[in-house]
């Protein structure tokens, strides 16, 4: 193993010292079923700690707190800007702990710790922006035009329970995306996080009580996706789901969520087509390019795993995207300082980001770089080699179907209209890149792709100001921005007589 490790906080091994208990009405509690799950260290495959397997009755018990916190107590009489003060003191915690936090997200999920810290400024920057918009949601007086002395105007108001369930690509910032808009607009939050990464998120509890906010307004209950996910999705007093993960779970959520018509907000998978033009400033678009699908150990939907390189350079990019991959992204445990990528999430994961790439081989294409595990020095965690795949075309599987791992497939094109209908024959439309140096060329493909966020000349930008979510089967709705303000809050008109 690499010798540059750095040793895990005090913090974070106190904190992992017990097993974790769930959160339920400002109370620490057991499961119902009294089980008990392991978390591991996907870099190592050791155990980090157990926690408690959440079940139908559990998460019957925490919709139950969501509601009375949402109708009775302090919460609904809190004015605006002490919800805002809430949100404010609870990104001030998580700045001040953010190393334990980065710390615990390495050991659970596997990022470095330098990605797994920049999620952490991403969570507090996302909780500062929406405690700014507590104060701000406002309704309109419209000028309408019905016979008589009448005045019309609108409010918005919080929908109430809101269902939070989460991925394990990036565990604490959806835990985050799935408090911030939704306590700004006042509503109440039950959290389900992803049963393999749920610390961050337990962690994240006990910062929300520190900084004051009322019993039940937040209630976390770990547990697998098709057990206390299910009976999220389905809960009757359950007002709104807003989930991250998979295409195929998504569709499930949006079966279970007719109960009660709730409304749900969904960011699921993705194919990116990332699109690489011969006037292309050529280092910059070679990093983006690695950058975009290599991040995260290419678990990210977003990752920009579809890369279409103008005819006239495809060659020569390629091969020198094989030798930027070997000797940039250095693999390795999340600690080690000089790891690039971390170990993908399970031993399942692996196997299936493999076993894509054998597809991928079997059907033509070519491997420049790496397409298989890593050595014996890595022998008991996830680790698969950034790889790099050519002679790709886009009705090939590993071309269509999310791989979810460190995987791009590269494709040749020869004009602007070509390219534009070849990324758009995907199912798929969250994440897409361009690179050029012609800014009407740009703006031309930015506007043809179906597409819900589009990077220029760069990749993998995120702002909690900006929208994002995905067009087709990526997704319903947007999180962040206005957009998330409007996505957890109601419009309610009210016509007033004033004869």
């Given at each position: 193993?690499?010798?540059?490790?750095?040793?895990?906080?005090?913090?974070?091994?106190?904190?992992?010292?017990?097993?974790?208990?769930?959160?339920?009405?400002?109370?620490?509690?057991?499961?119902?079923?009294?089980?008990r799950?392991?978390?591991?260290?996907?870099?190592?495959?050791e155990v980090?700690?157990?926690?408690?397997?959440?079940?139908?009755e559990d998460?019957d018990?925490?919709?139950?707190?969501?509601?009375?916190?949402?109708?009775?107590?302090?919460?609904?009489?809190?004015?605006p800007?002490?919800?805002?003060?809430?949100?404010?003191?609870?990104?001030?915690?998580?700045?001040?702990?953010?190393?334990?936090?980065?710390?615990?997200?390495?050991?659970?999920?596997?990022?470095?710790?330098?990605?797994?810290?920049a999620?952490v400024?991403?969570?507090?920057?996302?909780l500062?922006?929406?405690?700014?918009?507590?104060?701000k949601?406002?309704?309109?007086?419209?000028?309408?035009?019905?016979?008589?002395n009448?005045?019309?105007?609108t409010?918005?108001?919080?929908?109430?329970?809101?269902?939070?369930?989460?991925?394990?690509?990036?565990?604490?910032?959806?835990?985050?995306?799935?408090?911030?808009?939704?306590?700004?607009?006042?509503?109440?939050?039950?959290l389900?996080?992803?049963s393999?990464?749920?610390?961050?998120?337990?962690?994240l509890?006990?910062?929300?009580?520190?900084?004051?906010?009322?019993?039940?307004?937040v209630?976390?209950?770990?547990?697998?996706?098709?057990k206390?996910?299910?009976?999220?999705?389905?809960h009757p007093?359950?007002?709104?789901?807003?989930?991250?993960?998979?295409?195929?779970?998504?569709?499930?959520?949006?079966?279970?969520?007719?109960?009660?018509?709730k409304?749900?907000?969904?960011?699921?998978?993705?194919?990116?087509?990332?699109?690489?033009?011969?006037?292309?400033?050529?280092?910059?678009?070679?990093?983006?390019?690695?950058?975009?699908?290599?991040?995260?150990?290419?678990?990210?939907?977003?990752?920009?795993?579809?890369?279409f390189?103008?005819?006239?350079?495809y060659?020569?990019?390629?091969?020198?995207?094989?030798?930027?991959?070997?000797?940039?992204?250095?693999?390795g445990n999340?600690?080690?300082?000089?790891?690039?990528?971390?170990?993908?999430?399970?031993?399942?994961?692996?196997?299936?980001?493999?076993?894509?790439?054998?597809?991928?081989?079997?059907?033509?294409?070519?491997?420049?770089?790496?397409?298989?595990?890593?050595?014996?020095?890595?022998?008991?965690?996830?680790?698969?080699?950034?790889?790099?795949?050519?002679?790709?075309?886009?009705?090939?599987?590993?071309?269509?179907?999310?791989?979810?791992?460190?995987?791009?497939?590269?494709?040749?094109?020869?004009?602007?209209?070509e390219?534009i209908?070849?990324?758009?024959?995907?199912?798929?439309?969250?994440?897409?890149?361009i690179?050029?140096?012609?800014?009407?060329?740009?703006?031309?493909?930015a506007?043809?792709?179906r597409?819900?966020?589009?990077?220029?000349?760069?990749?993998?930008?995120?702002?909690?100001?900006?929208?994002?979510?995905?067009?087709?089967?990526s997704?319903?709705?947007?999180?962040?921005?206005?957009?998330?303000?409007?996505?957890?809050?109601?419009?309610?008109?009210?016509?007033?007589?004033?004869?």
């Amino acid at each position: 193993m690499p010798t540059t490790l750095v040793p895990v906080s005090k913090n974070a091994t106190k904190f992992i010292s017990t097993p974790k208990k769930m959160l339920i009405n400002g109370e620490w509690v057991e499961a119902d079923s009294g089980e008990r799950k392991e978390t591991r260290n996907p870099a190592t495959g050791e155990v980090i700690t157990t926690f408690r397997e959440g079940g139908v009755e559990d998460i019957d018990r925490a919709v139950a707190a969501a509601r009375k916190a949402f109708e009775e107590g302090p919460w609904p009489k809190m004015k605006p800007n002490e919800r805002a003060k809430l949100l404010l003191d609870l990104a001030d915690l998580m700045e001040e702990n953010g190393e334990e936090l980065s710390h615990l997200e390495t050991l659970d999920n596997g990022g470095p710790i330098g990605v797994t810290a920049a999620f952490v400024d991403l969570s507090v920057n996302n909780l500062r922006y929406f405690a700014g918009w507590a104060t701000k949601v406002t309704g309109e007086t419209i000028p309408v035009s019905n016979p008589g002395n009448v005045f019309n105007y609108t409010r918005r108001e919080p929908l109430g329970v809101i269902g939070g369930i989460t991925a394990w690509n990036g565990p604490l910032y959806m835990a985050i995306l799935k408090l911030s808009a939704p306590l700004a607009t006042g509503n109440t939050v039950v959290l389900n996080p992803a049963s393999n990464t749920p610390l961050t998120t337990l962690r994240l509890g006990e910062l929300i009580q520190e900084a004051g906010f009322p019993d039940g307004v937040v209630n976390i209950v770990t547990g697998s996706g098709s057990k206390a996910g299910a009976r999220l999705s389905e809960h009757p007093d359950v007002d709104k789901i807003s989930f991250t993960g998979s295409t195929a779970v998504g569709k499930q959520i949006i079966q279970a969520s007719a109960g009660n018509v709730k409304k749900t907000s969904l960011e699921l998978g993705g194919k990116s087509a990332h699109i690489i033009f011969a006037d292309a400033n050529y280092e910059q678009a070679l990093e983006n390019a690695a950058n975009a699908v290599f991040f995260n150990s290419g678990q990210a939907c977003i990752a920009g795993s579809r890369l279409f390189v103008e005819n006239k350079i495809y060659d020569q990019f390629m091969s020198d995207l094989a030798d930027y991959a070997e000797k940039n992204f250095t693999i390795g445990n999340g600690f080690d300082q000089s790891a690039m990528m971390g170990p993908l999430i399970s031993a399942k994961q692996k196997d299936q980001v493999l076993a894509y790439i054998d597809i991928g081989q079997k059907e033509g294409g070519e491997v420049l770089f790496g397409g298989d595990a890593t050595g014996s020095e890595f022998a008991n965690g996830h680790f698969v080699k950034p790889t790099v795949l050519a002679n790709i075309t886009n009705e090939m599987t590993i071309a269509r179907e999310e791989i979810f791992g460190p995987v791009v497939s590269g494709m040749p094109f020869t004009d602007i209209d070509e390219v534009i209908k070849l990324a758009n024959q995907s199912i798929y439309g969250l994440g897409g890149g361009i690179s050029t140096t012609n800014l009407s060329k740009a703006h031309r493909v930015a506007h043809g792709l179906r597409t819900g966020n589009i990077w220029i000349n760069t990749y993998n930008l995120l702002d909690p100001a900006t929208p994002y979510g995905g067009y087709k089967q990526s997704g319903l709705g947007r999180e962040n921005g206005k957009a998330a303000i409007d996505m957890f809050t109601e419009e309610k008109s009210i016509w007033v007589n004033l004869d």
